[in-house]
C-alpha cells in the first residue's frame, strides 16, 4: 500500500546566511510535488531532522519574534497538510495534484475571517442578506474576544469556544444572545467541514450554551390589531408604518425585508408570489379583500414597489436598514397608543399565536410563514398546494365562518 510522505524542506543555497523559502514536498509512487511556503530562513535558523525553526542564540529581539511566529504557523501549515492528506488516503483514489489544490485552497481560506468574509460575500449575492449580517455581527463578536488576533479554521477547539462562552456572559448579554453568536460560529465550522477544509471536531460546542430560552413573547393579542386597525392617524408617516404592519399580519407575518422589497411583478393571479430573503424559499399569499385595500392606498404607477419605503431601483444595505430603524421607531410611537409594545417582529409572532388560538394546527402555521428548521426543510419540495394555508389566513383575517367580510370593527 502506497502512503504518501509529507517533508518540510528548506531551499538549498552556497550562503548559509541567506534567507531560503520553505516547502512543503509530497512524494507518493515516485511522484514529488512542492508546496512553497511563505517563509525564509537562513541555515542557522532551520533543523532539518526536526523539520522544525531554531532560534539562535544571540537573535535580535525582532527577529527572534518573527521566527517564533514562523514556528507557530509552520505547525499549523503542517497540520494542515497532513489533514488533507489522510482525507485524501481515506478515498484511496488520488493524486498529488489533488492534495496540492486541497492545500492551496485551504490555505487561501484558512483564517477565519478570510473565510467567513467569503461566506457573507456569497450570502449577499444571493439575496441572503440577514445571515449575512449575523455572519458579521458573530465574527465582529469573536475578533473582539480575540483582541483582534485572527486564528486558523482548525485552532478552533473546545477549549476556546468555552473561552468564547465566558467572555460573551462576562458582557453582560443575555443567554438568548449567547447561544445566537454560539450557534452562528457552529454553523460557520459546519460548513468549513463540509466544504472539507477542517475536519470534524467532536464535541466542540457540546458544552457552550446554544439553546434557546423562552422570553417574554412578542405577540399582541387579536385585540390590538382591530384597535389599531380603526386607528384614526392624523400623521402619513405613522399610518404608513401602521398599514405596513397590519400588511405584515394580514399576509401571514411577512418578514419586515420581504414586505419592503415586494413589488408589482409580485403579484400574480391574486396572489403574492416572493421569495423569502432569508431562506431562499418561494412563498405563496392569497390576496385577501383588506390587504388589496391596503395596497390600494399606496397605488403609485412611478414606483416598482408595492408600498413606498424604498426608493432606489436596487436599494443598499444602509438604504434598507435605514427604512428598517424608521419603521421600528414609528411602531413603538403606534404601540403607545394602543397600549402595547410593537416592532417589525410583532406582526409575524402574532399572526401565529392568533392562529394558534383559532385552532390551526402548528404544522400549517409552520407551513404557512414558511419556517425552515429541520423538520420543515422539506416544505417547498413537498407543499406546493398553498389552498389550506390560504384558508388558514382566512380564517385568521376574516374570521372562521366568513370568507369576504372585513375582521369586525376594522374600517378601511
Same mark, same amino acid.
Given at each position: 500500500?502506497?502512503?504518501?510522505?509529507?517533508?518540510?524542506?528548506?531551499?538549498?543555497?552556497?550562503?548559509?546566511?541567506?534567507?531560503?523559502?520553505?516547502?512543503?514536498?509530497?512524494?507518493?509512487?515516485?511522484?514529488?510535488?512542492?508546496i512553497?511556503?511563505?517563509?525564509?530562513?537562513?541555515?542557522?535558523?532551520?533543523?532539518?531532522?526536526?523539520?522544525?525553526?531554531?532560534?539562535?542564540?544571540?537573535?535580535?529581539?525582532?527577529?527572534?519574534?518573527?521566527?517564533r511566529?514562523?514556528?507557530?504557523?509552520?505547525?499549523?501549515?503542517?497540520?494542515?497538510?497532513?489533514?488533507?492528506?489522510?482525507?485524501?488516503?481515506?478515498?484511496?483514489?488520488?493524486?498529488?495534484?489533488?492534495?496540492?489544490?486541497?492545500?492551496?485552497?485551504?490555505?487561501?481560506?484558512?483564517?477565519?475571517?478570510?473565510?467567513?468574509?467569503?461566506?457573507?460575500?456569497?450570502?449577499?449575492?444571493?439575496?441572503?442578506?440577514?445571515?449575512?449580517?449575523?455572519?458579521?455581527?458573530?465574527?465582529?463578536?469573536?475578533?473582539?474576544f480575540?483582541?483582534?488576533?485572527?486564528?486558523?479554521?482548525?485552532?478552533?477547539?473546545?477549549?476556546?469556544?468555552?473561552?468564547y462562552?465566558?467572555?460573551?456572559?462576562?458582557?453582560?448579554?443575555?443567554?438568548?444572545?449567547? &447561544?445566537?453568536?454560539?450557534?452562528?460560529?457552529?454553523?460557520?465550522?459546519?460548513?468549513?467541514?463540509?466544504?472539507?477544509?477542517?475536519?470534524?471536531?467532536?464535541?466542540?460546542?457540546?458544552?457552550?450554551?446554544?439553546?434557546?430560552?423562552?422570553t417574554?413573547?412578542?405577540?399582541v393579542?387579536?385585540?390590538?390589531?382591530?384597535?389599531?386597525?380603526?386607528?384614526?392617524?392624523?400623521?402619513?408617516?405613522?399610518?404608513?408604518?401602521?398599514?405596513?404592519?397590519?400588511f405584515? #399580519? #394580514?399576509?401571514?407575518?411577512?418578514?419586515?425585508v420581504?414586505?419592503?422589497?415586494?413589488?408589482?411583478?409580485?403579484?400574480?393571479?391574486?396572489?403574492?408570489? #416572493?421569495?423569502?430573503?432569508?431562506?431562499?424559499?418561494?412563498?405563496?399569499?392569497?390576496?385577501?379583500?383588506?390587504?388589496?385595500?391596503?395596497?390600494?392606498? #399606496?397605488?403609485?404607477?412611478?414606483?416598482?414597489?408595492?408600498?413606498?419605503?424604498?426608493?432606489?431601483?436596487?436599494?443598499?444595505?444602509?438604504?434598507?436598514?435605514?427604512?428598517?430603524?424608521?419603521?421600528?421607531?414609528?411602531?413603538?410611537?403606534?404601540?403607545?397608543?394602543?397600549?402595547?409594545?410593537?416592532? !417589525?417582529? !410583532?406582526?409575524?409572532?402574532?399572526?401565529?399565536?392568533?392562529?394558534?388560538?383559532?385552532?390551526?394546527?402548528?404544522?400549517?402555521?409552520?407551513?404557512?410563514?414558511?419556517?425552515?428548521?429541520?423538520?420543515?426543510?422539506?416544505?417547498?419540495?413537498?407543499?406546493?398546494?398553498? &389552498?389550506?394555508?390560504?384558508?388558514?389566513?382566512?380564517?385568521?383575517?376574516?374570521?372562521?365562518?366568513?370568507?369576504?367580510?372585513?375582521?369586525?370593527?376594522?374600517?378601511?
Open positions: 500500500m502506497y502512503t504518501v510522505s509529507v517533508k518540510i524542506k528548506r531551499g538549498i543555497s552556497v550562503s548559509e546566511e541567506k534567507r531560503m523559502p520553505l516547502y512543503v514536498q509530497l512524494i507518493y509512487r515516485r511522484e514529488t510535488r512542492k512553497r511556503l511563505p517563509y525564509r530562513v537562513s541555515a542557522g535558523e532551520w533543523i532539518s531532522e526536526r523539520e522544525e525553526v531554531h532560534i539562535p542564540s544571540g537573535s535580535e529581539g525582532e527577529r527572534s519574534e518573527e521566527l511566529g514562523i514556528r507557530e504557523r509552520l505547525v499549523r501549515d503542517c497540520r494542515t497538510v497532513r489533514q488533507v492528506v489522510c482525507l485524501m488516503e481515506k478515498k484511496k483514489v488520488f493524486t498529488l495534484d489533488e492534495i496540492v489544490a486541497a492545500c492551496k485552497e485551504r490555505f487561501t481560506v484558512s483564517n477565519l475571517t478570510k473565510y467567513v468574509e467569503k461566506l457573507i460575500g456569497e450570502l449577499f449575492a444571493g439575496g441572503k442578506d440577514q445571515t449575512a449580517r449575523h455572519y458579521r455581527s458573530t465574527l465582529n463578536s469573536f475578533l473582539r480575540r483582541q483582534g488576533s485572527d486564528l486558523r479554521l482548525d485552532e478552533l477547539d473546545p477549549v476556546l469556544v468555552k473561552e462562552e465566558s467572555y460573551l456572559f462576562g458582557t453582560g448579554l443575555c443567554a438568548n444572545t449567547v &447561544s445566537f453568536y454560539l450557534r452562528v460560529l457552529r454553523s460557520i465550522l459546519n460548513r468549513a467541514v463540509r466544504e472539507g477544509l477542517v475536519e470534524a471536531v467532536p464535541m466542540l460546542f457540546s458544552h457552550v450554551h446554544t439553546r434557546i430560552e423562552k417574554r413573547k412578542r405577540a393579542e387579536e385585540k390590538v390589531i382591530l384597535e389599531l386597525a380603526t386607528l384614526q392617524l392624523s400623521s402619513p408617516g405613522l399610518a404608513l408604518s401602521r398599514d405596513l404592519f397590519l405584515s #399580519y #394580514y399576509a401571514r407575518g411577512m418578514a419586515f420581504d414586505l419592503a422589497h415586494l413589488r408589482r411583478e409580485n403579484i400574480r393571479g391574486g396572489k403574492i408570489v #416572493y421569495i423569502r430573503r432569508k431562506t431562499g424559499q418561494e412563498l405563496q399569499i392569497q390576496l385577501l379583500p383588506v390587504m388589496k385595500q391596503l395596497l390600494s392606498r #399606496y397605488r403609485d404607477a412611478s414606483s416598482p414597489y408595492l408600498f413606498p419605503v424604498l426608493k432606489s431601483a436596487t436599494p443598499s444595505r444602509k438604504e434598507y436598514e435605514s427604512a428598517l430603524r424608521l419603521q421600528n421607531k414609528r411602531l413603538k410611537r403606534l404601540g403607545s397608543l394602543v397600549g402595547s409594545d410593537l416592532s !417589525t417582529y !410583532t406582526a409575524r409572532h402574532s399572526w401565529a399565536s392568533v392562529a394558534l388560538e383559532k385552532g390551526i394546527s402548528e404544522e400549517l402555521i409552520s407551513k404557512g410563514m414558511g419556517h425552515e428548521s429541520v423538520k420543515t426543510t422539506r416544505i417547498y419540495i413537498a407543499y406546493r398546494n398553498t &389552498s389550506q394555508i390560504d384558508r388558514a389566513n382566512e380564517i385568521v383575517i376574516l374570521g372562521r365562518n366568513c370568507k369576504s367580510r372585513l375582521p369586525r370593527g376594522v374600517v378601511l
